[in-house]
């Protein structure tokens, strides 16, 4: 079994930064991509960025381009999401998403097959 904890949620300002940390345990040697979701109250949850283990390849949401970097400790097995110039909109509870076998999209919700419990992180205006 795999086990995705997040942490670094928080409430800022617009403007500010969060960097969120998703650390894996279990299996984790087969680990092909993990990436970040979010979900705002009454939304559907959204893709925000992912990457491959080997390689390093990123995927990113328009939005967040150029203002949010996904990162890798291939030896911690974590994940990080650094979020710079933040805006209110991008408030949301955010999930750390993991998949151990090779899939098309890196974007779509239903390739990924552990979550984590998520972390809530609030941008006031």
């Known amino acids: 079994q795999v086990r995705l904890v997040e942490s670094g949620g928080g409430l800022v300002q617009a403007g500010d930064s969060l960097r969120l940390s998703c650390a894996a345990s279990?299996?984790?040697?087969?680990?092909?991509?993990m990436g970040w979701f979010r979900q705002a109250p009454g939304k559907e949850r959204e893709f925000v960025a992912a990457v491959r283990w080997s390689g390093g390849s990123t995927s990113y949401l328009d939005s967040v381009k150029g203002r949010f970097t996904i990162s890798r400790d291939n030896a911690k097995f974590t994940v990080y999401l650094q979020m710079n110039s933040l805006k209110p909109e991008d408030t949301a509870v955010y999930y750390c998403a993991a998949v151990y076998r090779t899939i098309w999209s890196l974007t779509s919700r239903s390739g990924y097959d552990y979550w984590g419990q998520g972390t809530q992180v609030t941008v006031s205006s």
């Open positions: 279990g299996r984790t040697a087969s680990t092909y991509a």
